[in-house]
């Protein structure tokens, strides 16, 4: 392969819904280039994009593939990401590594929830893009139709560069205004003479429309009211690094129209990699895979000088250094040995100790170092355990393997709820982790909703006392704890009624934990005269912690509670540390129960977008699941609905959102706060606590 220097160079990642042609395409991108010398199918299993067993199986993109073409001296490296939400990590970490997109959209379908999502993605990590029209020889294509639904969701910023000849059935020729020729397949041809005042017409548009990205051209097009082909593109380069122009571009993959000139524009107008040739060697690794017959496969992007084979590199973090033995240009599976890669540059080594994703690596010395790829949040969880308890350790080792290559893939031991939670974009991808486990690790697992992490805490002022007293035979134990518990919340109140008296407390010392799991414990020693030393304090305030890691509800942490211990009683001999433990913790439980005890839940703000017409199946379903309703508004054609669900409803809910969708809607979750479960919840979880307990002993 050709040395390329970075100017010649250009990193595009293909996007768009799932079915939109971006494997088709990409296809035809590799043959056009004479990467392959025939264009396989998703039908047939046999295109270089594709090509994990996994993909094959679904007839869909589940994981980002690096490749290349070569166009005219230059070197277009992409990278084809899934289309599914589920598998949206992939998309992100090409984010992090591309200087512009290709945006995929399906004649047929037109601006699907999903393409609409990519625009909003692209456009938050300014990202430029060029849009292809893909399928427009399908039958049900309509021209007509997929210009409104640009129209509604991109507005002004579409720029039609070119348009179908004959879109639908027997589509063969693309009609490009820049050039001002016709492509019949992707040999150049002449207008066809009835298409001329369209041509025309769209044309001046476009003229009209880059000359505002630029100064000089828009006073050069007052002027004379026309721009050249070089001055286009140079007024489109500037739209299009400035997130303000989409040009439109008609391909079919299938049949290899419009596809070299597609390649061509890539060529002329996407960005170079803003990266430094002359610089110190580093690299970016956004990508790692275990590979059969290779091992691990880092996959990473030149990010300054010159990479070549021998050279040592260290991860800036750790310290540790790898060796360059071999490096390679990527094309699917389809691995080219090369000497050199510039800055700016894709390509893969094998068997790196810091392969990770997400990890720099840098001459050392150089302090390089590069961000980390920030993922999504994610929408799915589930408890997961292996089927036979001796499997456990493989299980742990092979999820842990698993999440390496994938890291939206999020494996947690929870100590709160003990249990293993398993979390990733959706059913379908956690359903994919099963498949890996079951057949790559031969490990049967169980998937099933995990516990929820409920907190408890009071509502009202109780007291209690409890006396810890031990005696067998040699030094005893003895300790004795009144207290007071009432809400943390509000201003700090001394005043209570104890024992039917009104009562001052007098606060001696006082504790404040910000407790790791959320909330505070306010604890305050107002004894006087001497009933409990000063000393034993630590060990009341250790047992009254002890039982708010379980609380007496439903086991769950307590929290957002204030404690006054005001009284009590100790012995010369027998009092110890572990005697007050004790007492505070058993003072504090009957204190709880007294005290108004409620049960918090964790709630969630929810994010929808859909279609229109699946508006109101979604707010209906949002509601059963006790949403309580937010602001409702429209945007480009779709829907938004926001509401507060409780976390305990959300289990499946992506894959009830597809099904009642039809696949077409997206959402987003984030944790909003704590609230208390309504009366009829509570009761539902006291119960089914007790007979848990029950079953236990």
């Known amino acids: 392969m050709k040395d390329y220097s970075t100017k010649d160079i250009r990193n595009v990642v293909l996007l768009g819904s799932t079915k939109s042609g971006k494997t088709t395409l990409a296809e035809s991108m590799l043959f056009e280039g004479k990467v392959i010398d025939r ?188 721009l050249s082909e070089e001055e286009i593109h140079k007024g489109l380069a500037a739209g299009i690094a400035k997130g303000e122009a989409y040009p439109i571009f008609c391909v079919s993959g299938k049949n290899d129209v ?80 090369v000497s050199t890669l510039r800055a700016g540059d894709f390509g893969c080594a094998v068997k790196l100790k810091n392969s990770k994703s997400s990890t720099t690596l840098s001459l050392p010395g150089s302090g390089i170092k590069y961000d980390k790829i920030s993922y999504p949040a994610p929408k799915y969880r589930c408890a997961i355990k292996a089927k036979v308890q001796q499997d456990e350790q493989k299980l742990g080792d092979a999820l842990k393997k698993i999440s390496s290559t994938d890291p939206t893939v999020i494996v947690e031991y929870s100590k709160e709820l003990r249990q293993t939670i398993l979390s990733g974009n959706g059913e379908q991808h956690i359903n994919i982790v099963k498949w890996l486990l079951n057949n790559e690790y031969k490990l049967d697992v169980e ?65 404040v934990t910000e407790l790791e799991w959320g909330g505070k414990l306010e604890f305050y020693n107002c004894v006087v005269g001497g009933a409990i030393d000063l000393g034993f304090m630590p060990a009341i305030l250790k047992g009254i912690k002890e039982r708010m890691v379980e609380g007496p509800l439903t086991g769950s942490y307590a929290r957002d509670i204030r404690v006054f211990v005001y009284d009590g009683k100790m012995h010369p001999v027998d009092s110890k540390e572990i005697a007050f433990i004790i007492a505070g913790r058993n003072a504090f439980k009957e204190a709880f129960r007294n005290a108004g005890p409620k049960i918090l839940e964790p709630i969630y703000n929810v994010e929808v977008m859909t279609p229109s017409e699946y508006q109101g199946a979604c707010m209906s379903d949002l509601q059963n699941r006790r949403g309580i309703l937010g602001d409702m508004g429209a945007d480009k054609g779709f829907a938004i609905l926001k509401a507060r669900v409780p976390l305990a409803e959300l289990y499946r809910y992506s894959t009830t959102l597809s099904s009642l969708t039809a696949g077409s809607a997206t959402f987003s979750m984030e944790f909003a706060d704590y609230q208390p479960v309504p009366a009829d919840v509570q009761t539902k979880l006291l119960a089914e606590y007790a007979a848990a307990e029950q079953e236990e002993d």
């Open 447 to 511: 998937l099933f909703a995990p516990k929820v992490p409920y907190r408890e805490t009071i509502t009202k002022v109780a007291t209690a006392q409890y006396r810890h007293k031990k005696q067998s035979g040699g030094a005893g134990q003895f300790g004795e704890v009144h207290l007071l518990v009432c809400p943390a919340e509000g201003e700090l109140n001394t005043k209570f009624k104890i024992d039917g008296k009104d009562t001052q407390l007098n606060i001696k010392t006082q504790d």
């Open 39 to 226: 264009r396989g199918t998703v039908e047939d299993k046999n295109t270089v994009s594709d090509n994990d067993e996994l993909e094959k199986l679904n007839q869909r993109s589940i994981y980002a593939t690096p490749l290349y073409t070569e166009v005219k001296d230059t070197k277009i490296n992409f990278i084809d990401a899934p289309g599914a939400d589920d598998f949206i990590g992939g998309a992100y970490s090409a984010f992090k590594v591309c200087e512009s997109g290709v945006l995929v959209i399906n004649a047929q379908q037109g601006v699907e929830v999903g393409t609409d999502a990519f625009i909003r993605r692209a456009s938050e990590q300014n990202l430029p893009l060029i849009i292809a029209i893909s399928q427009l020889d399908a039958e049900k294509a309509d021209w007509d139709n997929i210009q409104a639904s640009i129209k509604e969701s991109i507005g002004s910023k579409a720029v039609y560069v070119q348009f179908p000849a004959n879109a639908g059935m027997g589509f063969d020729t693309v009609v490009d205004v820049l050039t001002n020729k016709a492509y019949k397949g992707n040999t150049e041809i002449d207008v066809p003479a009835n298409l001329a005042d369209q041509v025309e017409m769209t044309r001046s548009e476009l003229i009209e429309k880059v000359a505002e990205f630029d100064d000089a051209l828009m006073e050069k097009f007052f002027e004379e009211g026309n």
């Open 258 to 337: 419009g596809v070299k000139r597609l390649l061509e524009f890539i060529k002329e107008v996407a960005p170079a990699p803003a990266c430094k040739p002359d610089g110190a060697p580093s690299l970016f690794i956004y990508k790692n895979d275990v590979e059969q017959h290779l091992g691990e496969v880092s996959y990473f992007k030149v990010m300054s000088g010159t990479i070549t084979t021998g050279l040592d590199l260290e991860d800036p973090v750790s310290g540790n250094k790898d060796r360059f033995s071999a490096i390679y240009a990527v094309a699917g599976s389809k691995k080219e040995s």
